[in-house]
C-alpha cells in the first residue's frame, strides 16, 4: 500500500530553522515527482514546494521561494524541505504529496498524501 510518512514538525522561534523529511514506500515513488503543501488555520491549502524524480526540477510558491528548499537524491523515495528565517506566518500543517504527473501534483489534485506533521513558530 503506498504511504507517505512526514517527520521534522516542531516548535521553533522566528528567524530560527527547520529540515522537514517525506519517506515514500509500497509504490513507484522513485519515477514519481514529489512536493510539500501547508494548511494555515483557517486557510486553504497552498503549495509550498516540488521536486523531480531526479531531484533536478522544481518549483516553490511565492510566499516561501528563497527562503525554503526542497531536496531529493536522484530516483530517492525521500525528501526534504529546509526551511529557513521561519516567520509566525509559516505556521501550518506540512503535508508531502506525490503524483505521477507533475501538473496534477503541483496543483494538488488527486495523488497520494501524507498525514502532515505539525510546524509552529513562535515570535
Known amino acids: 500500500q503506498a504511504q507517505l510518512t512526514e517527520s521534522g514538525g516542531a516548535l521553533v522561534q522566528t528567524g530560527g530553522t527547520l529540515r522537514l523529511s517525506c519517506a515514500a514506500s509500497?509504490?513507484?515513488?522513485?519515477?514519481?515527482?514529489m512536493a510539500w503543501f501547508r494548511r494555515a488555520p483557517g486557510k486553504a491549502r497552498e503549495f509550498v514546494a516540488a521536486?523531480?524524480?531526479?531531484?533536478?526540477?522544481?518549483s516553490y510558491g511565492e510566499s516561501v521561494a528563497g527562503r525554503f528548499f526542497i531536496g531529493r537524491a536522484s530516483g530517492k523515495t525521500t525528501i526534504s524541505l529546509q526551511m529557513n528565517n521561519l516567520a509566525p506566518e509559516d505556521t501550518a500543517v506540512y503535508y508531502c504529496?506525490?503524483?505521477?504527473?507533475?501538473?496534477?501534483?503541483?496543483?494538488?489534485?488527486?495523488?497520494?498524501w501524507g498525514q502532515g506533521t505539525q510546524v509552529t513558530v513562535s515570535s
Open positions: 504529496a506525490s503524483d505521477e504527473n507533475w501538473g496534477r501534483l503541483v496543483a494538488g489534485i488527486g495523488g497520494i
Open positions: 509500497g509504490a513507484s515513488f522513485g519515477s514519481y515527482p
Open positions: 521536486i523531480d524524480w531526479a531531484g533536478q526540477a522544481t
